[in-house]
């Protein structure tokens, strides 16, 4: 079984930063996609970000220019920066490890290790 447990969530006003954090344990390897995904009260999930073992990254429309995403391998950890909050970034956000055969089914919890979330509030 592997683990993912995220952290770093709180409230912030408009324009602040946040990190988040990923600390993955278990049987997750380290060759796995780590992805960032979140969901508004009422909306659906949504792709945030995504590193690859290789340091690829991948990062949404909505937060482009805002977010980026790092991991440091030897700690199995990923790493969510993000800038510049609006409160439409307001959601719970989710780490997931997946095997990069299933990069593209995107945000569909049957696929890989989910945390619990983190919740990110962002004040007007």
């Known amino acids: 079984q592997g683990q993912v447990v995220e952290s770093g969530g709180g409230l912030v006003h408009t324009g602040g930063s946040l990190n988040l954090s990923c600390a993955a344990s278990?049987?997750?390897?380290?060759?796995?996609?780590m992805g960032w995904y979140r969901q508004a009260l009422g909306k659906q999930l949504e792709f945030v970000a995504l590193?690859?073992?290789?340091?690829?990254?991948n990062v949404g429309d909505s937060v482009k220019g805002r977010f980026t995403t790092s991991r440091d391998n030897a700690k199995n950890t990923a790493y969510l920066q993000m800038n510049n909050l609006r409160p439409e970034d307001t959601a719970v956000y989710y780490c997931?490890?997946?095997?990069?055969?299933?990069?593209?089914?995107?945000?569909?919890?049957?696929?890989?290790?989910w945390g619990q979330g983190t919740q990110v509030t962002v004040a007007s």
């Open positions: 590193i690859t073992s290789g340091g690829g990254t």
């Open positions: 997931n490890a997946r095997d990069p055969l299933y990069r593209s089914q995107g945000a569909r919890r049957a696929f890989g290790f």
């Open positions: 278990g049987a997750i390897s380290s060759s796995y996609d």
